[in-house]
């Protein structure tokens, strides 16, 4: 074997192994799954955007409002999967408590509260009048 190929390269690397097309978006879709197993606050989420899409059709909301939900909550479904990533690794290379490894832990747990906090207006400006109408409605109030 010449040595270029023994070393996979002009970089040196050692070669990459061909993979399926479909098989980046396998390991991806089984790290969001993993985070609605064993995550409670990711199934809170998914919860929470299956209700705001209902609620969004019921009420027919314009597609510009409706794009506003849907990234909203995107933000926050995608926030607690790379805030599970952080636990993940931090578990690894820190499972001794570490002032670093406690700040890491906190910031992502931020991100996923900036995120969800900033889902709950968007959905309070687009879906609040018509929930409050449909309260009123169901308590017999004008
Ligand atoms: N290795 C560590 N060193 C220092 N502090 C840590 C460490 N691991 C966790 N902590 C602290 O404990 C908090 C809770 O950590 P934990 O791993 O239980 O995540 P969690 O917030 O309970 O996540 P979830 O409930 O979403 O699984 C962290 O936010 C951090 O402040």
Do not use: I, W, Y
Not at 7 to 27: E, I, L, W, Y
Not at 101 to 130: E, F, N, P, Q, S
Request: proline share 6%; net charge positive.
């Amino acid at each position: 074997m010449r040595s270029r190929e023994r070393s996979g390269g002009p970089s040196g690397k050692p070669p990459r192994r061909r993979r399926a097309p479909v098989g980046g978006f396998d390991h991806a879709t089984r790290g969001v799954l993993a985070t609605v197993r064993t995550q409670r606050n990711m199934k809170f989420h998914v919860l929470a955007a299956v209700a705001v899409v209902a609620a969004g059709l019921l009420f027919r909301v314009s597609a510009l409002e409706f794009a506003a939900l849907v990234l909203a909550m995107t933000l926050v479904l995608a926030a607690e999967v790379l805030n599970t990533a952080v636990e993940a690794l931090v578990d690894l290379v820190s499972p001794e408590p570490h002032p670093l490894a406690k700040l890491a832990k906190d910031c992502a747990a931020g991100a996923v509260l900036v995120c969800a906090v900033g889902a709950a207006v968007v959905g309070l400006l687009v879906l609040g009048d018509d929930v409050l109408a449909l309260a009123r409605s169901v308590a017999g109030r004008p």
